[in-house]
């Protein structure tokens, strides 16, 4: 789905900004220009850019617990 009309830009491509280290808007319209022409789509930039950190931030904390679960399992 485009997000950025200004700049063509997808949410697709702002999650991928995000995988590649983008930590906010700013980082994502530095890399790819969304929200960076008439604003218009500034907030939905902004909760796609939370919305995949936060997403990626569970995606560790599962690979870190990961370990444990085996580890206990292994133990009991
Ligand atoms: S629609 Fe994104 S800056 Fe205009």
């Known amino acids: 789905m485009i ?3 200004c700049h063509g830009v997808t949410d697709r491509e702002i999650r ?3 995988q ?4 906010t808007p700013t980082d994502v319209g530095d890399h790819c220009g969304a929200s960076t022409g008439c604003g218009g789509c500034t ?3 902004a909760e796609i850019v939370h919305g995949e950190r936060r997403r990626l931030c569970m995606v560790k904390s599962d690979v870190a617990a990961a370990p444990r679960a085996q580890s206990s399992a292994m133990a009991g």
Do not use: S, T, Y
């Open 3 to 5: 997000v950025c009309h």
């Open 16 to 18: 991928a900004c995000v």
């Open 20 to 23: 590649n280290g983008a930590r």
């Open 43 to 45: 907030e939905l930039v």
